[in-house]
């Protein structure tokens, strides 16, 4: 898991070897199974998260018992309630793994000795802070105002790997609608492309 970190590491042209070698040696491996949480909803979350295989989603309960997810998280990607974790409050989200997850994880402590240590983590900080709002505005733009297929097509067209490794009631929380409409607007989206 660690070589897949320096190969993301690497890639973004920020730190030297010596440098990522001595971040690499800060996370430890952890896995999480289908269903497990990264960071519960009022728990103070005190990690941050690789993911190396697997996936997770971010969800949040409404007061009328909903689950409202907000975004889906893959390889590649690091994960953290940020708002928890940078202020030390309880998680206005929770993170759950939608698929066994491998992760690399660095603790809220070791994050800050790295940061002292090596301040161009804070580039790569804003770096994935920075995704993470462009992903979320996206998806705002794109799904907000628009009919139930407009929005399956639309994640279909531009993010084809949550409709392939997703539950349908998970999308149908993310896209806003209920099951029962995604499991229409599917068959009906697979009669017409067909």
Known sequence: MQ????????KLKILNQEEIDYSISLFENTRLK??????SERSICN???FIFKGGVRNFSVQSDGEENTTCFKFE???ITS?????LKQPSKISIQSIEDCDLLVIS???FHQLLEKIPSWKSILTMVMEQEYIEKE???RNLNNKSAKEKYVHTLTHSPEIIKRVQIGYIASYLGVTHRTLSRVRKDTIYTTS
């Open 3 to 10: 070589q897949e970190l320096h190969k993301y590491l690497t």
């Open 82 to 86: 940020y708002e928890s974790f940078t």
């Open 47 to 49: 990690q941050i998260g």
């Open 76 to 78: 590649y990607q690091f």
């Open 34 to 39: 289908k269903g497990d949480y990264f960071v």
């Open 138 to 140: 996206h998806h705002l």
């Open 108 to 110: 809220y402590n070791q």
